[in-house]
């Protein structure tokens, strides 16, 4: 744990210096090792809550007023995309359940609170109340999408269980339940792999067809939508205590480790071809925080893989894709967006967000979301 701890160190030596300097800023990635800037181009972009919520995962770990005092700056930016409705989609869980709601939990901020309940309340209007599932994104170049699934909704249900538990209301949680039921249903194949898109008949919810989303193609295994399987069915299982869901993270987990082929950085897609390599660093900490979040549920012995890996996957992104110096802004490098990305490999927000978020839960620090 020694190693871990350093990292724990690193993280607030950089972001400290960074809080400061990114601090009108809501970043995604970076030019010439200098964070963008999404308030100004983009403010319903799904990543826009990960800046705040990585400020407030290390204000939760130091106590420091340098990092709650930028989340606070960024939320107030991100309000901006409240006024655009229609920019939104299932994402405003990534949105605001990582950024306002933890900010809620951590500090009884009401202003915080009242953000993120209107994030789970506009998640609760994307729910196909006959097809049994939230769909996805919204309508683009004439394409219905009504009927879509993603399994990276998986991690914005959370937001529905906590709002569920704030107001004493049961509707959030049947939803989310609901929601899970679906994916467990579609998404997950019986080898443990997992369908990024499904398209459902939305009066029935049958399931109609599987699209490649941002692996390689229709039947191959993105491996982000692998880790969001692993992270958000876990999280699902700590909230409802059904082990259905443990058993699908494990189910899930299992497939992530025996893929990674002895290395332990993911590459973007695990059924690609062996060339080119495009790895996908995002990709390993979102599991490796999955994994470790299994573990705590486990027996020591069954827990034992799954945290021994999670450790692995971060020691060795430090060593080999992460940049400690201060004068670049973004921290783990070598993310993908998606397989087939013109944009190639880069550094991405919530790369960061999920370094942090997984030292921190080794460190021991209380979660924030
Ligand atoms: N939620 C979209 C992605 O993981 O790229």
Not at 220 to 239: E, K, L, N, P, V
Not at 274 to 281: A, F, L, N, Q, W
């Amino acid at each position: 744990m020694e190693t871990i701890a350093k990292i724990w160190e690193k993280l607030d030596e950089k972001l400290s210096v960074t809080a400061v300097k990114s601090f009108d800023k809501i970043p995604y990635t970076s030019f010439n090792g200098v964070h963008d800037n999404k308030a100004e181009t983009d403010i319903c972009w799904w990543t826009n809550g990960f800046w705040p919520g990585l400020m407030l995962l290390m204000y939760n770990g130091t106590g420091k007023d340098v990092y709650l005092n930028c989340a606070r700056n960024g939320q107030k930016l991100l309000d901006g995309a409240f006024k655009n409705r229609d920019g939104l989609h299932h994402d405003v869980g990534f949105m605001w359940h990582i950024s306002s709601g933890a900010d809620y939990r951590l500090t009884g901020d009401s202003t915080a609170r009242t953000r993120a309940l209107f994030a789970a309340d506009m998640l609760m209007g994307r729910y196909m109340l006959k097809g049994g599932f939230i769909r996805a994104w919204n309508d683009e170049n004439n394409t219905d999408r009504t009927g879509w699934t993603i399994i990276d909704c998986m991690m914005n249900i959370p937001l529905l269980y906590w709002a569920s538990e704030e107001l004493k209301v049961s509707n959030y949680r049947e939803v989310a339940i609901a929601h899970a039921d679906m994916t467990l249903r579609d998404h997950i194949r019986p080898d443990g792999s997992v369908n990024h898109i499904c398209v459902h008949n939305t009066a029935t919810g049958e399931l109609l067809e599987t699209l490649g989303g941002q692996g390689v193609g229709v039947g191959s295994c993105w491996s982000r939508g692998q880790a969001w399987a692993i992270y958000g069915f876990i999280q699902s299982y700590t909230h409802t205590k059904d082990v259905k869901y443990l058993d699908a993270a494990k189910k899930c987990a299992n497939y992530f480790i025996a893929s990674l082929n002895g290395e332990f950085v993911p590459v973007s897609d695990f059924r690609a071809p062996k060339e080119p390599v495009i790895y996908d660093t995002t990709a390993g900490v979102i599991a490796a925080c999955g994994m470790i979040e299994i573990s705590k549920v486990l027996d020591e012995n069954e827990g034992r893989l799954y945290l021994d890996t999670a450790i692995k996957i971060i020691k060795e992104t430090d060593e080999r894709f992460c940049n400690w110096s201060e004068d670049e802004d973004t921290i783990v490098q070598m993310g993908s967006e998606s397989y087939h990305s013109e944009k190639g490999q880069l550094p991405i927000i919530y790369g960061d967000y999920y370094l942090a978020e997984a030292v921190s839960l080794l460190m021991g620090f209380d979660r924030t979301n």
